[in-house]
């Protein structure tokens, strides 16, 4: 079992939520009782059950404003059972088999024709082993999938089942959402399949980036939803929805304080869990539906890693700057720091590449920046990067 760990800006260590591992379930053992109090307290049970069932009958029989969620419980439409009932069907657990080992992550219908969309990191063990993605549906019947194509930037894949009549998903705004409002989160934490949790959306547009320990260098850049829901290792790829059931979010990492309260390495949920927004994954997923791959925009300017002071300096060598591309169009040259995009301030390189990458190819954004002592500021037009898959 493979152990993630992606990187954030912060102190904190956060990892991917991909790995599953076995957990004890406690038993217990029922001690039947003997002789008349044994009886008598039946009898009392078998009495209150049939109470109980005349006066919910009675008290939930005439409202015509509830929808069932099983045979003898009923929920209004928008609580949290009600919205679980109606996604859950749409949520699968997938399985990326390598050599070495398995690990799960979860996905969901974005089409009726079998389309899931998941993590990179979640499908990547299998991809780069030649090993086998298998999807297990809320039906318990399991398919292999084909990866249909995978875009390491923004942590999305997307993989296809041989159905023609899944169950597939409304995809919701993620520009809309507000910090406060509610959501829940479905997949399969720690391998167990269908589990739901709830919570709010406790930040918007938080810098996140995530490194693979398979990725060889590669990180992953999100402007992500921050979600106070319990998130845990194996929820990777699994939809985050608001009342109505939209998604608004994929699901992909957590932050943790370091080694668990249970001596293991792998942390679980301390209520920061972090997921792409659906817009950009909306637009990803496409992309690889259409062709297998994916662009980015670039502004076409290398960051220096090492600068430790405020803002995001570009870097000194002669690759600084792209010949042609957007920075130098603007005007912007090597050693110059990028403090502010679009009013927005900027504490790090990091920060740089997630703001630039939450925009779209073709957007211009005005950057502000220090030369030496002088404030400056110009506009850049953004552009795709190179398809990746």
Do not use: C
């Not at 919205?83 to 969901?108: K, L």
């Not at 019947?141 to 923004?154: E, P």
């Not at 507000?178 to 829940?184: A, E, K, L």
């Amino acid at each position: 079992m493979s152990s993630d760990q992606p990187q954030t800006p912060s102190s904190q260590t956060p990892w991917w939520i991909s790995d599953s591992q076995p957990i004890s379930v406690p038993s217990y053992t029922y001690r039947q009782r003997s002789g008349i109090s044994w009886y008598l307290a039946l009898a009392m049970a078998l009495l209150a059950g049939f109470v109980g069932a005349l006066i919910g009958s009675n008290h939930f029989g005439g409202n015509t404003g509830l929808v069932s969620v099983s045979r003898n419980i009923e929920r209004a439409p928008d609580s949290v059972a009600a919205i679980a009932a109606r996604v859950s069907p749409s949520v699968v657990e997938v399985d990326s088999n390598s050599s070495q080992g398995q690990d799960t992550g979860t996905g969901f219908f974005i089409q009726s024709n079998g389309y899931i969309l998941t993590n990179n990191h979640v499908v990547e063990p299998a991809v780069l082993s030649n090993g086998k993605i298998t999807v297990k549906l809320a039906n318990n019947r399991t398919y292999t999938a084909t990866l249909i194509g995978r875009d390491t930037s923004y942590d999305l894949a997307v993989i296809k089942i041989p159905v023609t009549d899944a169950p597939a998903l409304t995809l919701g705004n993620s520009d809309n959402v507000q910090v406060g409002d509610p959501v829940i989160a479905i997949g399969s934490p720690l391998g167990l399949a269908g589990t739901v949790t709830s919570g709010i959306i406790s930040a918007k547009n938080r810098p996140v980036t995530t490194r693979s320990d398979n990725q060889a260098g590669e990180n992953s850049f999100i402007n992500a939803l921050q979600t106070d829901a319990a998130i845990n290792p194996g929820n990777s790829g699994g939809p985050l929805v608001d009342i109505n059931g939209a998604v608004i979010g994929v699901n992909s990492a957590i932050a943790s304080l370091g080694s668990n309260v249970f001596g293991g390495s792998q942390p679980g949920s301390i209520g920061l869990g972090f997921a792409i927004p659906i817009n950009q994954a909306r637009i990803t997923s496409e992309q690889l539906i259409k062709t297998g791959h994916s662009t980015f925009p670039i502004i076409g300017m290398s960051l220096d890693s090492q600068y430790n002071g405020n803002g995001a300096r570009v870097t000194d060598t002669s690759s600084g700057i792209l010949s042609g591309g957007p920075a130098e169009k603007a005007g912007i040259k090597r050693g110059d720091i990028i403090i502010e995009v679009d009013g927005k301030p900027i504490n790090n390189a990091d920060e740089m590449v997630v703001t630039i990458r939450s925009h779209q190819v073709g957007d211009t954004i005005t950057l502000k920046f220090m030369r030496g002592k002088s404030v400056m500021t110009a506009k850049a037009t953004l552009v795709a990067s190179k398809a990746t898959n």
